[in-house]
């Protein structure tokens, strides 16, 4: 594992550089409409955040469960795109949609459960993208550099790590954040690296202290899943914070920042 440690100074998204530079991602977990993803953009751009979460597909454990409004959502994401001057983080789950996102995504993410997808991480490794990678939730830091290394070996360098919790006996939470991984990739790798507390503890009330822990730890930045109205999202709503506790979330975020030697506008 030899390119995890080269440092990528020029990974820029568009004119947003990582450098010193909190990346704060936040959105629902899904679209579900038009009026929803503008609600949240809206926030976003009051806050001076620059990254959406826009998910048309989710790939869910179980085959019930709600499966994301798909192609749909394209649509939604242009609007988004032709109104507000704002970046979309969207996951992959399908080869077949690479020109959408090509065209229309900033950050592509690779989820969770795709983490060891390696004809997909081949693929992204042949593009010229950011590519946020998650680590699986029954997946070790060595297997989750490894399949970070499959996409930068095939010549993509632009990779952000993203942990998202693990899988242990406590039931609390819904996975457990491996807060330690932070450091310990900071050690191994030159690559930037963010926190996303919502899937990490499945629970609102965990997000706000999830993200200081994580930022406090070295953590290049958060994504956070917010809503309009959480008690009505289709998705993921036992963790979903509302706007204005994301806006409180970002009011001490900011007053952190500096006692890291972050940046953040
Ligand atoms: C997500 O970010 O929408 C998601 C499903 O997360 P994960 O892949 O980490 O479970
Ligand atoms: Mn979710």
Redesign the pocket.
């Known amino acids: 594992m030899e390119l995890v440690k080269k440092y990528n100074k020029n990974l820029k998204i568009g004119d947003f550089s990582l450098e010193n530079n909190l990346l704060i991602i936040a959105g629902p ?1 899904s679209i579900e409409s038009e009026e929803q993803m503008v609600k949240v953009a809206e926030k976003l751009i009051k806050l001076n955040i620059k990254f959406i979460r826009a ?1 048309p597909y ?2 869910r454990t179980s085959p019930y469960s709600f499966q994301g409004i798909g192609e749909e959502g394209f649509k939604i994401i242009l609007k988004l795109k032709s109104i507000y001057n704002i970046k979309i983080v969207s ?1 992959i789950i399908n080869l077949s949609d690479l020109d959408f996102y090509l065209k229309h995504v900033d950050i592509i ?1 690779v ?3 795709n983490m060891q997808n390696f004809e997909l991480l081949k693929a992204l490794g042949k593009i010229n993208k950011p590519i946020l990678l ?1 680590r699986g ?1 029954g997946n070790t830091i060595d297997e989750w550099l490894n399949a970070c290394e499959y996409i930068l070996k095939n010549g993509n360098d632009q990779v952000i790590l993203c942990e ?1 919790g693990i899988k242990t006996f406590e039931t609390m939470t819904r996975n457990t954040l491996d807060i330690s991984s932070i450091p310990i990739v900071k050690k191994l790798t030159k690559l930037p690296i963010i926190v ?1 507390p919502s ?1 990490a503890s499945g629970r609102s009330d965990l997000v706000k202290p999830l993200s200081l822990a994580a930022i406090a730890a070295g953590s290049d930045g958060i ?1 956070v899943e917010i809503h309009p109205n959480p008690d009505q999202s289709v998705s993921d709503k036992e963790q979903a914070i509302s706007l204005d506790e994301f806006e409180s979330l970002i009011n001490d975020l900011r007053k952190l920042a500096p006692i890291v030697n972050k940046h953040f506008d």
């Open positions: 977990c998910y989710k790939p996951e993410q989820g969770a459960r998650k939730f998202r996303d899937h994504m």
